[in-house]
């Protein structure tokens, strides 16, 4: 599921201004190739109506939670992106029956890691006690457990941290302690840049992987995976990774 990009996005959230401004007509053109790699990698894409005046709205992934059979609409931890959830969560209830949160609970989908039978949720400046607990509310009953994990330095847990397998993570030393992810294995991404580490694992199973991060792709190559390409940067200086862009039904 992915949302496309409003004509407001030069007003989206970020920790640091955006300069030169965030522009509309290349962030378009990237997510279209986005889109498409999600496509030509095995899933059936589906378009939330884009929402011209929410300037955060392509980040689609922090306004809901699916695991396994059943979907959570969030509610985002920065006030400015509550208004998202609404179109989402009729979209989403097509597919799967959709739960709701409430105050004082917050929770962003960001923070939300899937891989096998573990749910990992970051505890961020966007996801509190209350959000952890909600997500535990819908995954254990269906058999996952779930792990809080602190997110040190990174805006949310998955921007420092993805699954390339249903064993394996990327993982950024910024983003979390990295013993709260055992048994599961992990490989550590070199460099400054978090990011690095969130990459999407697509329906065929290859990984698409960001353009400019070269040290994640090799990495991924030299274990045998099969990587694409893309460029995102548009929606990097927006404080958002690969996974943001998308909600994916039964991939993490
Ligand atoms: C925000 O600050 O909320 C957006 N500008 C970026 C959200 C990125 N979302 C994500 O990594 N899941």
Same mark, same amino acid.
């Not at 709205?57 to 006030?79: C, N």
């Not at 400015?80 to 917050?106: F, K, M, Q, W, Y």
């Not at 505890?123 to 997110?151: F, K, W």
């Given at each position: ?30 997510? $279209?190739?986005? #889109? *498409?790699?999600? @496509?030509?990698? &095995?899933?059936? =894409?589906?378009? !939330? /109506?884009?929402? +011209?005046? %929410? ?77 952890? $607990?909600?997500? #535990? *509310?819908?995954? @254990?009953?269906? &058999?996952?457990? =779930?792990?809080? !994990? /602190?997110?040190? +330095?990174? %805006? ?81 200086? *927006? ?14």
């Amino acid at each position: 599921m992915v949302r496309g990009v409003p004509a407001g996005l030069a007003d989206s959230v970020t920790a640091v201004p955006a300069d030169p401004p965030l522009d509309v007509a290349l962030a378009r053109h990237q997510h $279209d190739g986005y #889109a *498409a790699a999600l @496509e030509a990698g &095995g899933f059936r =894409v589906r378009r !939330v /109506p884009v929402a +011209e005046d %929410l300037p955060d709205s392509a980040f689609i992934e922090d306004t809901a939670v699916v695991i396994g059979e059943r979907g959570l609409v969030t509610r985002p931890g920065h006030e400015s992106r509550r208004r998202e959830v609404g179109p989402v969560a009729e979209a989403l209830a097509r597919h799967v029956p959709v739960d709701r949160i409430s105050e004082p609970a917050t929770l962003d989908g960001g923070d939300v890691l899937r891989v096998g039978e573990r749910v990992f949720v970051g505890l961020s400046r966007r996801t509190n006690r209350a959000g952890v $607990d909600a997500v #535990a *509310a819908l995954a @254990e009953p269906q &058999g996952y457990s =779930v792990v809080a !994990v /602190p997110v040190t +330095e990174t %805006l949310h847990l998955k921007s420092g941290v993805s699954a390339v397998s249903e064993e394996t993570l990327l993982w950024h030393r910024a983003s979390c302690d990295a013993r709260l992810l055992e048994p599961l294995e992990v490989i550590e991404v070199p460099g400054d840049d978090p990011e690095a580490a969130n990459v999407v694992r697509l329906a065929d199973g290859r990984i698409l992987v960001t353009e400019h991060h070269a040290a994640t792709a090799e990495l991924l190559i030299d274990r045998g995976l099969d990587v694409v390409p893309i460029d995102v940067s548009e929606f990097a200086r *927006a404080d958002g990774g690969l996974t943001c862009l998308s909600i994916r039904l039964k991939w993490d």
